[in-house]
């Protein structure tokens, strides 16, 4: 299993990134997929979710409303457009699945909101 963030760098506050996570090593279009972040000195926390047809979506009240999350199976791809970024968005940022009670991250993409 081998999940690959991109997409990351440095923004303005207000502004967009969109980062990808491409996927490797197992049935990608079988697994439920997550993004999680942690900013420095914090604990990691989860942001979005997204079922393994890409029908469901759920997120964070913290990025509600300005984040989407989606799914390309075709292209074994998820990704993560990100607007009106906030100076509190400043993370990493993970993908993440579950496979037979497995876990599997990323490396991660830094995402840094600064003026």
């Known amino acids: 299993v081998h999940l690959l963030e991109s997409g990351g760098g440095l923004v303005q506050p207000g502004g967009s990134l969109r980062l990808s996570c491409a996927a490797s090593?197992?049935?990608?279009?079988?697994?439920?997929m997550s993004w999680y972040r942690q900013a420095p000195g914090k604990e990691r926390e989860w942001v979005a979710g997204i079922s393994s047809g890409g029908g469901s979506t759920y997120y964070a009240d913290s990025v509600k409303g300005r984040f989407t999350i989606s799914r390309d199976n075709t292209k074994n791809t998820m990704y993560f457009q990100m607007n009106s970024l906030k100076f509190d968005d400043t993370a990493t940022y993970y993908c993440r699945t579950s496979i037979r009670g497995s876990v599997y991250w990323g490396q991660g993409t830094q995402v840094t909101v600064s003026s």
């Open positions: 090593g197992f049935t990608f279009s079988s697994n439920v």
